[in-house]
């Protein structure tokens, strides 16, 4: 059984830092092309009829760059949030701001939640932006929320608490850029999420990938640890054989 149309897409926005070195730009010309590249990836999803689509747009570890950077990227942040709010949500697109809002200012975090407000009841696409998210925090938070609401710690109760509790598991990640790794993204719920590796730097990431990336996802065989004859039916035809 091969899976079928990926519901919900992820994907690791990486490579506009080369993209600009390439041509002799700062680093943060390739964010901006970056945000472009969003916007048109956006509307290529709802095209196809992917549900959800979850971004990794800042990292934990981002922090770690060099401070003229970090802020042309929080710049680029208040300005694209000013500025495509309305068409997102014109679009029908309902958007969620996913990691640690306490090191990000009252101002950034004021914005998150008038978007998140507007675009609550839209239902063409739902889009998760992973900003100052790390895989780890996520678990941590999660398990802690557990611990404070005195339940019993379980697989189930941590998920439930996890930051894109409101959405299914990826069923498909994408990272542009040729790294091969997750770089503390979604470590929960990557578990048995498909993985795709594209060498195009996020900046030149077009249609014809993502087309590449769902082709590729439509190929394959998610087993979620059964056998290939179990998905087939033909483990269970044997097994109720068995049992009559
Ligand atoms: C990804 O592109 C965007 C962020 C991490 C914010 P990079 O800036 O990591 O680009 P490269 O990997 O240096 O090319
Ligand atoms: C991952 O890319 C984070 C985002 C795309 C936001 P990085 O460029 O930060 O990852 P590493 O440092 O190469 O692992
Ligand atoms: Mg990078």
Redesign the pocket.
Known sequence: MHASAAHHVAIV???????A?RRLLP?VA??KQ?VDTLKRCVQACIERGVGVLTV????SE?WGRPTDEVSG?FDLLATALAKEIKPLHENGVQLHFIGDRSGLSPKVCAGFVEAEALTAANRRLVLNVCFNYGGRWDIVQAAARVQARGEDMSEEAIEASLALAHVPAPDLLIRT?G?QRISNFLLWQLAYTELYFSDA??PDFGGADLDAALAWYAARERRFGKTSAQLSGAGDAMHGRQAA
């Not at 926005?13 to 993209?19: E, F, I, S, T, V």
């Not at 990794?56 to 990292?59: E, T």
């Open positions: 926005m990486d490579g506009n830092g080369r993209w070195t680093r390739g964010h970056g990794f747009a800042f990292s981002n990227l850029g790294e730097l996020w």
